[in-house]
């Protein structure tokens, strides 16, 4: 596993040319990212790119530590080397052009678009909402019908 910020970095650029990421992306129209999720779409390449409320790293480490997940023992007995928090800490979701982003009306941060809905990345227990699932869907419906992608 790497440890240092160099290592981290040389395997996102070796991903970047065709590693893990890039192999998935092969045949994909467009992604779909949801919040830490945006730390790795650029890895697709030039594809159209939908984000639900993207988040810096260092605002996940932030929940992380809240939380007593970084810092206060790690998760389920792990944690994580000092030198991926770092680099986590660090990223910053990519600037990609054709790039639609959507947050929750709560999320001060800029948007294309702002839907009513619970984050429910938040709560301590896992939860649905019906309504907001509703909403996401429709939005990447109307995106990929804009962009013409099918």
Do not use: F, H
Not at 4 to 19: F, N, V, Y
Not at 21 to 37: Q, Y
Not at 45 to 51: I, T, V
Not at 70 to 82: E, N, R
């Amino acid at each position: 596993m790497a440890t240092t910020i160099e290592e981290l970095e040389a395997r996102r650029r070796q991903a970047q040319q065709g590693g893990a990421i890039g192999e998935l992306a092969k045949g994909a129209v467009a992604t779909v990212s949801i919040r830490g999720g945006c730390l790795l779409d650029d890895n697709a390449g030039a594809l159209p790119a939908w984000r639900l409320a993207p988040v810096e790293g260092a605002s996940l480490i932030r929940d992380l530590e809240r939380s007593g997940m970084v810092g206060g023992g790690g998760s389920a007995g792990y944690d994580p080397a000092p030198g991926l928090i770092a680099a986590l800490r660090a990223a910053s979701p990519a600037e990609r052009s054709g790039t639609r982003v959507v947050r929750l009306a709560s999320d001060r941060g800029p948007a294309d678009r702002k839907v009513d809905g619970p984050p429910l990345w938040r709560r301590s227990e896992p939860q649905n909402s019906p309504e907001l699932v509703a909403l996401i869907a429709s939005d990447i419906e109307e995106w990929i019908r804009q962009c013409g992608i099918c």
